[in-house]
């Protein structure tokens, strides 16, 4: 080679698919490379050609559970264990949830170590949870206590893929998917293939999640799809033409621009006569000298990111009107937990405590029980927080 370089059989492997065994011994006979199999991994992450499975992203629920097992859990306050959750164990995943869909049992299996943990300063050890995970993981204005939802911000992460193709972003994945995925359609256009990859599918599958938030500032309209892009107010055309053969009659691979002529609309006339509040909307509108511009609506700046579509995505409840309270930067995490408890009528009372069978109300206070109820305990404690 004109550099002087080679390749090292010892140190170079094949990947086979779809070959027959006496041809695969031929091609491997004749480089002097040895054959793998996948899964491997690459930069971090694994290769796979079929669905992700549990076992490949066991690695990261064993890393959350051996980072938990490396603290001194029982010197930690409840406050103290959220903390960790939201600023250390969550952010361990976030490599691979930002570029794989993580099966429901991982998810499922990593929850259950945040809560374990949260509860009893174990990943392995269940008690009796005095709010349910489902409570705990909203915001702190809606009476949770801001802890991510795994599965929807996993597929916030996954949406940013979308946001990337419709960018028409100079990356080389990017410019791949355009040719060989898409095949130079609209993502918005094209239909779930068959004999697409598993991890591809899953992506196609989140369009309907973030389609209507993803629009268009027309300028010159020669980057916009006429029809599959949402570049007019009240959605696309392709929504409100209900005739397949209409579109393939007026192009429906067209862009906006292939209808602007000499600073004026050139719409077909068939369209015009039957879609006439459409052909007025569009007629309402006029093209410029300047590139058109994808924006992301759920953003002031138009541009997209993982925590807002997460806010989209998420699952919510209403506001409470006490977060304020309870959340006051004045007050100490640890007692801003109890009085959240106390709120939420969940703080170790007696009668809590024997209305959930874990308590006769004759017995004597225990450890971390309190005898009073949460309406003295919130009294006593008001001219304190006041």
Known sequence: MATGLAINSSKSQMFFGGVSDGLKGHILNQIGFSERQLPVKYLGLPLISTKLSAITCQLVVDKIRHRICSWTSKFLSYAGRIQLVNSVLFHIQVFWSGALLLPKKVIKSID?????????????QSAMALVAWSDICVLKTEGGLGVKQLASWNRAALCKYIWLICKKQQDLWVQWAQVVLLKGESIWKVKLPNDCSWSWK??????????????????????????????????????????????????????????????????????????????????????????????????????????????????????????????????????????WLVVRGRLKTKVFLASRGNLCLGQMNGDGCYDMEEEELLLRGSSVLH
């Open 112 to 124: 259950a170590a945040f809560r374990n943990f949260v509860w009893t300063g174990k990943w392995d």
């Open 202 to 339: 899953q992506i196609l599958k989140m369009r309907t999640s973030i389609k209507d938030q993803v629009w268009v500032q027309i300028g010159d309209g020669r980057q916009t799809s006429l029809f599959y892009d949402l570049w007019l107010e009240g959605g696309r055309i392709c929504g409100r033409v209900q005739v397949r053969e209409e579109l393939m009659a007026w192009g429906h691979g067209s862009v906006v621009a292939k209808w602007w002529n000499a600073g004026a609309w050139h719409m077909p006339d068939s369209f015009v006569r039957k879609y006439p509040s459409l052909a007025q909307l569009i007629s309402s509108k006029s093209l410029q000298d300047r590139e058109d511009k994808v924006m992301w609506r759920p953003t002031v700046s138009g541009c997209f990111s993982i925590a807002s579509c997460y806010n989209l995505l998420r699952v919510k409840q209403p506001k409470v009107n006490w977060h304020r309270l309870v959340w006051s930067s004045g007050n100490f995490p640890r007692h801003s937990f109890i009085l």
